[in-house]
């Protein structure tokens, strides 16, 4: 099964029908199992970076439990099928106009030879109307 998962390994799952993307997919480093509020346990799949899980139930069906809500959303009938959705994520578009701040992290601006503020965050001056 590892093996069939490396595949999507830095992949985004793209919902087929609702075009909403799950991932970017990681695949545990060790064997992880979790519980949903009801008591019912799951073995993980693959997870996010956000805590959430990709998992099987009895059937062979794929899905998505969001650890905030500890909804279970129905993605794939099959770990085959499952795969065939995964896409490389899409590049973020960002406007550098509409940042406002950003954090960066002290020790690596250090390191790259940067100067930061003390706390990492960098703001953009509010222009006063």
Not at 20 to 34: A, D, H, Q
Not at 88 to 114: C, T, Y
Request: proline fraction near 10%; aromatic fraction near 10%.
């Amino acid at each position: 099964m590892n093996d069939i998962l490396n595949t999507v390994r830095g992949k985004v799952f793209m919902h087929p029908v609702t075009k909403e993307g799950y991932g970017p997919i990681r695949i545990p480093p060790t064997p992880t199992n979790f519980s949903i509020l009801d008591g019912t346990s799951f073995d993980a799949l693959a997870e996010d970076s956000c805590g959430n899980y990709f998992t099987t139930r009895e059937d062979g069906a794929v899905w998505f439990w969001d650890h905030e809500t500890d909804d279970l959303v129905s993605l794939a009938s099959s770990v085959p099928e499952f795969v065939t959705h995964c896409i490389n994520p899409p590049p973020v578009e960002l406007d550098p106009r509409q940042v406002k701040s950003v954090w960066i992290n002290p020790e690596f601006a250090k390191s790259r030879g940067m100067k930061v503020p003390e706390d990492g965050w960098v703001k953009k001056p509010s222009k006063l109307k």
